[in-house]
């Protein structure tokens, strides 16, 4: 796994999402910086009248270069909402807006 050069640590492939279908996020951000051991994908989608549904914590894979990876489900939805934490419950959440990609 490469090291991601992306704003905030961040690479969503593909970057629209597709419902019933994976995404791969990868993930070298905040938490990753900060030394975290284990890091946890937090996600779910939203419509127009509701934030998250479908939530899902997804742990990450560490890779020898210090990266993470996770294949996350993706569901019904306009967008899926994404954010991080680690086990020591640090959170890495775009300083309270969260990060999303729209389901299509």
Same mark, same amino acid.
């Given at each position: ?13 593909? &970057? ?10 990868? +993930? ?11 890091? +946890? ?7 127009? &009248? &509701?934030? $998250? ?19 996350? +489900? ?13 086990n020591a419950?640090? $959170?890495?959440?775009?300083? $309270?807006?969260? +990060? ?5």
């Amino acid at each position: 796994m490469k090291h991601f050069n992306e704003p905030k640590g961040i690479h969503i492939s593909p &970057t629209t999402a597709k419902p019933h279908h994976n995404i791969v996020v990868a +993930y070298d951000g905040l938490l990753v910086q900060s030394g975290a051991d284990e890091v +946890y994908v937090h996600c779910g989608s939203s419509d127009r &009248t &509701t934030n $998250w549904n479908n939530i899902q914590d997804v742990p990450m894979r560490k890779h020898s270069d210090g990266t993470f990876s996770a294949d996350v +489900y993706v569901p019904d939805g306009e967008r899926l909402n994404i954010c991080f934490h680690d086990n020591a419950d640090n $959170w890495d959440n775009n300083n $309270w807006h969260n +990060y999303s990609v729209p389901i299509r």
